[in-house]
């Protein structure tokens, strides 16, 4: 089927939740992979694929949403007690040492980690939880708690919602703007910084409402600013929007203290669609990066040391999602994978390393299928056809790409045999970087048994708040 953002929210003209609430993505049986990766100018590396631990919850979900250069990899993953739908909770997770700890929660019941994630080398690690208070307006940010492959919410999504940061064992909550709902976008710089966006205090009335998958309302009162919290405890900075706007978040931050992210003249339910600049604040500048000929969908996403800014855009028309590159005031446009349907297609872009090799995520190829990518050197390469699949549980398939650290290791969302939704890590087999010891990586030989597992998946992205591209 095609896959396309889903137009959950009515009252947002591309209805994604605050990172779109990305697709029910259907993988049709067994599809054959392409029979060779796209041409690339360089060789890509081929990949061993690892499938990494969840939490052993009898309805099981895990994605892998970040990693840093210690090898750490951040995430989440449904908790144990989950065994259906309808009383199935997630939280935050991380993998080290060949472990999985979770990173527990603010005393509601979902917690995960944010799109655009990457603890720093410190180990401090952002993300998002709920309160053990229900929202008294409404607002439902916890719809971006989804618990199973076609983006359900999980159990609990009337509770505030918040940021939060996670150090030797202790997770603490993050102060707001004075309302009730925030989200941390899964990431700190080395000065311990983190990033978001964060609900005002006084109301706005001409806030627009909607509602989720149609039954949910999503009763959103107050505008939602981009901040940045730190590096002391406790701080929280609010950032300007571009100029005429009202809603805004940034979403990455450097090492040297450069924030990106988007704002938009419309204040929905936190939603990618309505944002029409996707920003750089440097300096207490604020710059307008431009974008690929539409109006709506304009993010940037995420920026290496280097300042080099990767996100999406509309092209002209707002039918279809490409990623870009920024660097020194000129936008390149990534493309898309061969064989890719270009009637609404999309592809988004998550995370950038300081070698400018960029991954993230496209759909769809002609069978309905989305595909984790890797770009460099100006060609994007399925990931697909550059790793071997095969694991020690049966072959997966990459359907998303979420982090890339400065070792080349790439973590992100697959769908196995049974259909279900893990993380995975893949790293270089030529000569496997020395954070591959850090957790579950093994290098494995030989090639795909099967190019795509019977099953169905949610192509959701877990941007944002959870798995949504997923809050993105």
Not at 32 to 54: G, K
Not at 156 to 184: C, H, I, K, M, S
Not at 287 to 299: A, E, K, Q, S
Not at 347 to 353: C, D, L, R, V
Request: glycine share 12%.
């Amino acid at each position: 089927m095609m896959c396309r953002p889903s137009r959950v929210f009515t009252a947002c003209r591309r209805g994604c939740v605050l990172i779109p609430a990305w697709v029910v993505l259907v993988l049709l049986a067994a599809p054959a992979l392409p029979a060779a990766a796209a041409t690339a100018r360089t060789a890509p590396p081929r990949y061993a694929v690892t499938v990494l631990s969840s939490l052993d919850a009898p309805f099981n979900l895990a994605n892998a949403a970040g990693i840093n250069d210690l090898g750490w990899i951040v995430g989440d993953a449904n908790e144990p007690d989950s065994t259906t739908l309808a009383n199935a909770t997630e939280h935050a997770t991380l993998w080290r040492h060949g472990q999985i700890t979770d990173l527990g929660s603010l005393g509601g019941p979902n917690s995960s980690i944010g799109f655009v994630a990457r603890p720093n080398d410190t180990g401090l690690i952002s993300g998002n939880a709920q309160i053990n208070q229900v929202d008294p307006n409404g607002e439902n940010w916890g719809v971006n708690f989804s618990c199973d492959a076609f983006g359900d919410p999980c159990a609990g999504f009337q509770y505030e919602f918040r940021g939060f940061v996670w150090n030797d064992g202790v997770t603490r909550p993050l102060p707001t703007l004075g309302g009730n709902n925030e989200a941390a976008f899964g990431g700190a710089n080395d000065e311990g910084q983190i990033v978001g966006t964060s609900e005002t205090r006084e109301p706005d009335p001409n806030c627009q409402t909607s509602q989720f998958n149609d039954e949910i309302p999503l009763n959103q009162e107050l505008d939602w600013k981009p901040v940045v919290w730190g590096p002391s405890y406790g701080e929280v900075h609010e950032l300007p929007t571009w100029p005429g706007d009202t809603v805004g978040l940034a979403s990455a931050i450097n090492d040297e203290g450069q924030v990106v992210g988007g704002s938009g003249p419309v204040c929905t339910p936190p939603a990618v669609g309505p944002l029409e600049h996707a920003l750089l604040w440097e300096n207490g500048r604020t710059i307008n990066l431009g974008n690929l000929g539409g109006t709506y969908d304009n993010l940037a996403t995420a920026i290496n040391d280097r300042g080099q800014v990767v996100g999406w855009s509309d092209t002209p028309g707002d039918t279809v999602t490409d990623s870009f590159l920024w660097q020194d005031g000129v936008m390149t446009d990534l493309g898309t994978l061969p064989g890719d349907v270009s009637t609404f297609a999309y592809t988004f872009a998550y995370g950038i390393n300081d070698a400018g090799q960029v991954v993230g995520q496209t759909c769809c190829d002609q069978s309905g299928n989305s595909q984790a990518f890797l770009w460099q050197n100006g060609t994007m390469t399925d990931l697909n056809t550059i790793a071997d699949l095969n694991t020690p549980g049966g072959p997966v398939y990459l359907f998303q790409a979420e982090g890339i650290n400065s070792q080349g290791e790439i973590v992100g969302e697959a769908v196995d045999q049974a259909g279900e939704e893990v993380a995975f890590s893949a790293v270089r087999r030529d000569g496997l970087p020395a954070s591959a010891t850090a957790h579950d990586a093994t290098a494995l030989a030989g090639p795909p048994a099967v190019g795509s597992p019977t099953g169905a998946a949610a192509a959701h992205s877990r941007m944002g708040l959870g798995r949504l591209a997923g809050l993105l």
